[in-house]
Each structure stands twice: as C-alpha cells, then as structure tokens.
C-alpha cells in the first residue's frame, strides 16, 4: 500500500456528540437525533442514520470479459435497477465471507479468485454506511442461488463489460457502488493489474 500524501492529514477541530435520542430503529437501520458541537464551535442538532451491516459489492467479471448484473425494482426511488450483487454484512462478519454469500444466493456463481479492490463511505454526511467491494474471477455455476424473500423479484442479465461500463456512463446505471465497481475494474485493466487475457476480453 503506498503511503498517504501529507495532504490528507485532518484539518481543524472534529464534530463533538453531546445527547443522543434514537428516533427509530429496525434490524437494518437505527435513525438518531444529536446535540452536538461543530468544528466551527457553534451548537448544532444532528441527525443520522446509523447501519447494521457493511455494504457488500461484488463485481462478477467472467473469463470471457462479461459482466454478469442483477436486476430488481427499487422501493425509496420508485425505480427499476440493474446492479451488481450487493448486499449486507453483519458488522461483526468476515466480508469475504458476505461477498461470497451474496454472490452464490443472488447469482448462483462461486469464484475462484476475490480481490479486494475498493472500501468507501457512502453518503456520509448523514449515514455511517460503509462499503467494501470485491472482484470475483474465476467464475463458474455452484452457488445455492438466489433465496428470495417475500418482497423481491430479480432477474439476471450478463453482458460485455464494456457494453456494462458504456451504459453506466451514459446514466442507464446509476447504483453508486456498480458505477465505481465498473469504473475501478476499467483502471484497474488500464493499469495492467488484471490478467492480459481478461483485459482483451474487457476491452477488446
């Protein structure tokens, strides 16, 4: 890993918490409402979303430079969207071992090689979501496939992975985690850190 630029140090003084009241709660989220202090010293009422899980993405990039994708519709913006296999990891779970789970249930694919390509905040000016996300290669048919439950409906598509990144570009796709998987799988082919075979296949 290469060391930080000196840039990145912190600047200034951190948010102080002062009282918080839990607004609301569930298995997957917890809502809060803080007194605090912000960096310039002024009070301040805060309020977030805190997760249960880690947000797992998986980019399934086969042999052959496809892209296998996930499609369902979405409850908070009314939408229909096709995505990567995502899902959550108890914040106490190896991710590996999430990763792995929700590839085989949503996919029924297993891979033969992960690679750990990128860890993020997503919005994190309101929520503490963390997500991590893996490139899965070496892919063949194995997994338990997808156990849905009471609410879902997906379907599966598989595609060139250009023709995936090209559509991502253009707004047809627009899950944060499946537009920077993609964008990281591109650098990282364009960067030489991916087998010369597999790069033709993406990029060819």
Do not use: C
Request: charged letters at 20%; proline letters at 6%.
């Amino acid at each position: 890993m290469s060391q930080r630029p000196t840039w990145l140090r912190p600047h200034g003084t951190p948010w102080m918490r002062g009282p918080e009241l839990v607004v609301y709660e569930n298995p997957w989220i917890r809502v809060s409402h803080h007194e605090a202090t912000a960096p310039t010293g002024r009070p301040a009422q805060y309020g977030m979303v805190g997760f249960k899980n880690l947000a797992i993405a998986v980019l399934p990039l086969h042999d052959d430079g496809t892209v296998t994708l996930v499609g369902q519709s979405r409850f908070a913006l009314a939408d229909y969207s096709w995505e990567i296999p995502e899902g959550g990891s108890p914040l106490g779970e190896d991710p590996l071992d999430g990763a792995r789970r929700e590839l085989a249930e949503e996919t029924g694919l297993v891979a033969a090689d992960w690679r750990q390509v990128m860890s993020v905040q997503l919005s994190n000016s309101v929520t503490d979501e963390r997500a991590i996300g893996y490139l899965a290669l070496g892919l063949s048919e194995g997994g338990a496939g997808h156990h849905a439950d009471d609410t879902e409906e997906i379907a599966l598509a598989r595609a060139p992975f250009r023709e995936v990144l090209d559509a991502a570009l253009a707004g047809h796709l627009q899950d944060v985690l499946t537009v920077a998987m993609l964008l990281r799988a591109y650098h990282m082919a364009r960067e030489g850190a991916l087998p010369d075979a597999l790069v033709r296949a993406m990029l060819g």
